[in-house]
């Protein structure tokens, strides 16, 4: 679940299905704007800053609903950091460590609000992507952590795929919530990626294919 909040703390509105017409690729990152028609130029890009609130509706929705589908976003090139307050980095590089990394995370059990998102256009046509927000545990009794994320979406023939994702709480860690999803989630092997065919409805609508479900 995402939540935006209110006023001058959002860089722009957050896209939503009905407002910006999207296409995912087999990677499961968003491509926006129609196809080009033959005789005619093609479309010029969009705002970064749409690409980027396309992108961040999208993934947080994936990493909290259904996360096991959540590797679709990266390639084997792709690689993701964790950091915060007196803990060192984790890094995993490539589909199957970063879906291992993501499921011990227990972010299904999770639900963030997005406090601001700011993009810009890079090298070759990629996308900086910034976020600021919180992490909330659905029970409501933990305490929350606010958070920065970093992507740099890479583009590719149809649309973009994460190729860097640096994320970092900004405050201590509290007791018993550690970074890596505690001792009991690195003690117990991570299920496998999710099958594209098992999409539930909510969630196959994010993807173009139902083709190359699991990483290797």
Do not use: W
Not at 55 to 65: A, D, E, G, P, T
Request: glycine content about 10%; charged content about 15%.
């Amino acid at each position: 679940v995402v939540t935006s909040t209110s006023g001058a703390g959002v860089r722009g509105k957050m896209a939503t299905t009905a407002s910006l017409p999207a296409m995912v690729n087999g990677s499961g990152m968003s491509t926006v704007g129609a196809a080009s028609v033959p005789g005619m130029e093609p479309p010029a890009p969009p705002p970064p800053l749409v690409v980027g609130n396309s992108f961040v509706q999208q993934y947080y929705n994936v990493l909290h609903r259904s996360p096991a589908f959540l590797h679709r976003f990266y390639k084997e090139a792709s690689t993701l950091t964790l950091s915060g307050p007196g803990q060192e980095p984790e890094t995993a590089a490539g589909q199957r460590a970063i879906h291992n990394k993501v499921i011990a995370l227990g972010h299904d059990e999770r639900k963030s609000k997005i406090s601001s998102v700011d993009a810009q256009y890079g090298l070759h046509g990629g996308v900086l992507v910034q976020v600021t927000g919180v992490l909330q545990h659905r029970d409501g009794v933990r305490p929350q952590r606010h958070f920065v994320q970093t992507f740099f979406l890479c583009p590719q023939e149809v649309g973009f795929f994460v190729l860097n994702d640096v994320f970092r709480y900004t405050d201590p860690e509290p007791a018993g919530d550690a970074l890596a999803g505690g001792a009991a989630a690195k003690a117990a092997p991570p299920p496998a990626p999710a099958d594209d065919r098992a999409m539930p409805p909510a969630v196959a609508g994010f993807f173009a294919s139902a083709t190359a479900a699991q990483p290797p």
